[in-house]
């Protein structure tokens, strides 16, 4: 298994702001996966983070309202920038071992933008 | 396109009864995996099962890969296993990232 700690467990911001979500895992992993999950519904990727290059974003996320960092291969964090009450989701890190295995997750944080 | 269905949407279960949960999903959706989502939002993952049959005390499941369906089984359902329950499933080589069905809502009252 992975233990992954993520922080903060939630927040509460004011539009505008700006919050850095940090994950840090308890070993070495290639790939660091960050989710959204909006009220109410399933989680959607946001990007993926490989150690020494830019994240991998999907469509719908841009670098500039969700920046990555992952200087190395346990820790990496999200930016969500500039925020709105439409960014008000769960936004959790996971990560694996590789093929074959399992995926874990962060604890989780629950953003509120008021 | 890529697909991971879950039935049913709601389920309400009296504390002891048993339940089904099921996944269908696309051809291009690999490594099938259960998740349980408790109410304060964490994500555990219950069992990564990509074909075959997997027990974990009160939980199992089984993936039939060649027909596109997974079924999450709940026995002596307990108050404690409420929550949400997610499908997911990779779309790329390798295991993730992951994409997640909508999810079954289970509540079970005492």
């Known amino acids: 298994s992975a233990v992954i700690s993520q922080k903060p467990s939630r927040d509460i911001c004011q539009r505008g702001t700006s919050l850095t979500i940090q994950c840090q895992v308890d070993s070495q992993v290639t790939m660091m996966f960050w989710y959204r999950q909006q009220p109410g519904q399933s989680l959607t990727l946001i990007a993926t983070a490989n150690q020494g290059s830019e994240a991998t974003y999907e469509s719908g996320f841009v670098i500039d309202k969700f920046p990555i960092s992952r200087p190395n291969l346990t820790f990496s964090t999200l930016t969500v920038s500039n925020m709105s009450p439409e960014d008000s989701s769960i936004y959790l890190c996971?990560?694996?071992?590789?093929?074959?295995?399992?995926?874990?997750f962060g604890q989780g944080t629950r953003l509120t933008v008021v | 396109g890529i697909q991971v269905e879950q039935s049913p949407p709601d389920l309400i279960l009296q504390e002891g009864a048993n339940s089904t949960l099921r996944c269908n999903f696309s051809?291009?959706?690999?490594?099938l995996q259960w998740f349980h989502q408790n109410p304060w939002g964490q994500l555990i993952n219950l069992f990564y099962i990509p074909s075959g049959t997997k027990q974990n005390g009160r939980l199992s499941a089984t993936t039939v890969a060649t027909e596109r369906y997974s079924l999450l089984y709940i026995s002596s359902s307990q108050t404690t296993d409420s929550g949400v329950y997610f499908c997911?499933?990779?779309?790329?080589?390798?295991?993730?990232?992951?994409?997640f069905g909508k999810g079954t809502r289970l509540s079970v009252i005492a």
């Open positions: 051809d291009s959706v690999n490594n």
């Open positions: 997911a499933g990779s779309y790329r080589s390798g295991n993730t990232p992951l994409v």
């Open positions: 996971s990560v694996d071992r590789g093929p074959g295995t399992e995926a874990f």
